[in-house]
């Protein structure tokens, strides 16, 4: 998502006046605030430094401070979504949920924040709605766990509100010591062949302060997190658990036991991680890498290869592949390898970077698409688009990941 603001002014400042009006308005109950056509001392600036006092002291001044630090936090909330991805999706779940809206008035918004702040004023329901979906397709640092056949239920039955509900209880209960607050949130979502668990933060605790300091000089409190985010995705076919979190990598035990007694009856003891075998791949010629003359695959090359030396992680060598030889990666990472005189007892690879090309479909232009999967013995770094399953598929029948 949009990176974190560091300051509510650095919010209203990226705003203009009528629309910092429509929010405060747009509470309830609403908070007076006057728009007077100041104009701002720069052409860079959309409104002036005196509007942005007057807009924070209007909070700041609320006699419920408890109400001016949700606000400021509603504020965290929609910076969250405020980049040229996530307004171009917004729109997107507009028309997917069929949400008349109109472009006229969405066309005056001149920057990414002001468009994510015209959709929670005006569309709420398709901010919040696309704000639960937002940053699930990627599934880069996903951790996998295999589960035993036995406790494979249908991906149907994870869908059991009651069921998340707790579970989005006891997600709060393993982070409250450093987020200190209840709020969560859990949200799922089926797939053709498994299902996504997502469980966010979806606002500050009532008793956190978001911002401290005088009216003039408020400041972020070191620490508050706007949104804090676990993804979980369940494959019955594959028997797979996938945990990616941005917290500490020993919460992952947790969180697995909390989803494995909550919807399959079992435990962490019962699973076991899904090892990658790159570090197995110790020659460059075991890679084989020409894709099925049907696949929406054109085709594919070791673009680098990052060796460790054994005994001595702190020692790495990178070999990239480039120029006029682009795609003939297998064949001149051999010859690298060979002219660099690396001795496969001493050094083994670590890390793989292999280049996708996909055909392009039928009477389109422009470029095609390339991806670039890097495997390493924690896994892939595939996202959650047709194409990244397409390779996740393509790696796993080459037998480059279990």
Same mark, same amino acid.
């Given at each position: 998502?949009?990176? $974190?603001?560091?300051?509510?002014?650095?919010?209203?400042?990226h705003?203009?006046?009528?629309?910092?009006?429509?929010?405060?308005?747009?509470?309830?109950?609403? +908070?007076?605030?006057? $728009?007077?056509?100041?104009?701002?001392?720069s052409?860079? !600036?959309?409104?002036?430094?005196?509007?942005?006092?007057r807009? +924070?002291?209007?909070?700041?001044?609320?006699?419920?401070?408890?109400?001016?630090?949700?606000?400021?936090?509603?504020?965290?909330?929609?910076?969250?979504?405020?980049s040229?991805?996530?307004?171009?999706?917004?729109?997107?779940?507009?028309?997917?949920?069929?949400?008349?809206? $109109?472009?006229?008035?969405?066309?005056?918004?001149?920057?990414?924040?002001?468009?994510?702040l015209?959709?929670?004023?005006?569309?709420?329901?398709?901010?919040?709605?696309?704000?639960?979906?937002?940053?699930?397709?990627?599934?880069?640092?996903?951790?996998?766990?295999?589960?035993k056949?036995?406790?494979?239920?249908?991906?149907?039955?994870?869908?059991?509100?009651? #069921?998340?509900?707790?579970?989005?209880?006891?997600?709060?209960?393993?982070?409250?010591?450093?987020?200190?607050?209840?709020?969560?949130?859990?949200?799922?979502?089926?797939?053709?062949?498994?299902?996504?668990?997502?469980?966010?933060?979806?606002?500050?605790?009532?008793?956190?302060?978001?911002?401290?300091?005088?009216?003039?000089?408020?400041?972020?409190?070191?620490?508050?997190? &706007?949104?804090?985010? +676990?993804?979980?995705?369940? $494959?019955?076919?594959?028997?797979?658990?996938?945990?990616?979190?941005?917290?500490?990598?020993?919460?992952?035990?947790?969180?697995?036991?909390?989803?494995?007694?909550?919807?399959?009856?079992?435990?962490?003891?019962?699973?076991?991680?899904?090892?990658?075998?790159?570090?197995?791949?110790?020659?460059?010629?075991?890679?084989?890498?020409?894709?099925?003359?049907? &696949?929406?695959?054109?085709?594919?090359?070791?673009?680098?290869?990052?060796?460790?030396?054994?005994?001595?992680?702190?020692?790495?060598?990178?070999?990239?592949?480039?120029?006029?030889?682009?795609?003939?990666?297998?064949?001149?990472?051999?010859?690298?390898?060979?002219?660099?005189?690396?001795?496969?007892?001493?050094?083994?690879?670590? !890390?793989?970077d +292999?280049?996708?090309?996909? !055909?392009?479909?039928?009477?389109t232009?422009?470029?095609n698409?390339?991806?670039?999967?890097?495997?390493? #013995?924690?896994?892939?770094?595939?996202?959650?688009?047709?194409?990244?399953?397409?390779?996740?598929?393509?790696?796993?029948? #080459?037998?480059?990941?279990?």
């Amino acid at each position: 998502m949009a990176s $974190s603001i560091t300051d509510p002014k650095d919010f209203a400042r990226h705003i203009n006046e009528k629309m910092l009006a429509d929010f405060l308005r747009s509470q309830d109950p609403p +908070i007076p605030f006057d $728009s007077i056509g100041d104009t701002p001392s720069s052409k860079k !600036k959309r409104v002036s430094e005196d509007v942005v006092n007057r807009f +924070i002291d209007a909070i700041k001044n609320l006699t419920d401070t408890k109400r001016a630090d949700r606000i400021f936090a509603e504020m965290l909330y929609i910076n969250e979504l405020s980049s040229e991805r996530h307004t171009t999706e917004l729109e997107r779940q507009a028309l997917e949920d069929d949400v008349a809206y $109109s472009l006229t008035d969405l066309a005056t918004c001149e920057n990414y924040d002001e468009r994510a702040l015209w959709w929670y004023i005006h569309h709420r329901n398709v901010f919040d709605r696309y704000f639960e979906r937002a940053d699930t397709e990627n599934l880069a640092g996903l951790r996998e766990l295999l589960i035993k056949e036995e406790y494979i239920v249908p991906k149907e039955r994870i869908a059991d509100e009651s #069921k998340l509900a707790t579970f989005g209880a006891g997600v709060a209960t393993i982070f409250e010591n450093m987020l200190r607050g209840r709020k969560f949130k859990t949200a799922h979502f089926l797939e053709e062949d498994y299902i996504l668990v997502r469980v966010y933060l979806e606002n500050l605790p009532d008793n956190q302060l978001v911002f401290e300091g005088a009216a003039n000089e408020v400041r972020r409190t070191a620490g508050a997190r &706007s949104l804090f985010s +676990i993804i979980l995705v369940y $494959s019955p076919g594959e028997k797979t658990l996938g945990i990616r979190t941005n917290k500490p990598a020993e919460n992952v035990q947790l969180l697995a036991e909390l989803f494995c007694r909550t919807f399959l009856g079992c435990g962490y003891v019962d699973t076991t991680h899904r090892e990658y075998n790159v570090e197995n791949k110790a020659s460059i010629r075991q890679l084989e890498l020409t894709p099925d003359p049907d &696949s929406t695959i054109e085709r594919c090359y070791l673009k680098a290869v990052e060796y460790m030396r054994s005994g001595d992680f702190n020692k790495t060598l990178r070999l990239d592949v480039g120029g006029k030889n682009l795609y003939e990666g297998t064949e001149q990472m051999e010859l690298l390898v060979q002219l660099a005189h690396i001795n496969e007892n001493d050094w083994r690879p670590r !890390k793989f970077d +292999i280049k996708f090309v996909f !055909k392009k479909p039928d009477a389109t232009k422009g470029r095609n698409r390339q991806i670039t999967a890097t495997l390493t #013995k924690r896994g892939v770094n595939l996202k959650n688009t047709p194409e990244d399953q397409k390779i996740r598929e393509f790696l796993k029948a #080459k037998g480059f990941i279990s």
